[in-house]
């Protein structure tokens, strides 16, 4: 189950739009694009803030790279 998985896992890490700006290397415009997009990962807060899981913000970039046609 994912969150056994996030639970042992001390190297996961949410990001805030502009650290997964900085981590894919674009601009923090460019990650609120890539949220409009309802496959896209994040987990959304009562107060509203955003914060992606950079594991699987790396996989979502390479499925969308690698189907970018469609």
Known sequence: MLIEQLK????FKLLTIAKAAK???VGPSQVKELLLDPAC???LFKSGSVRIPEELLREFVIQRSKNWYK
Do not use: H
């Open 8 to 11: 042992n896992d001390s190297s």
């Open 23 to 25: 981590f894919l290397g």
């Open 41 to 43: 990962p994040r987990v």
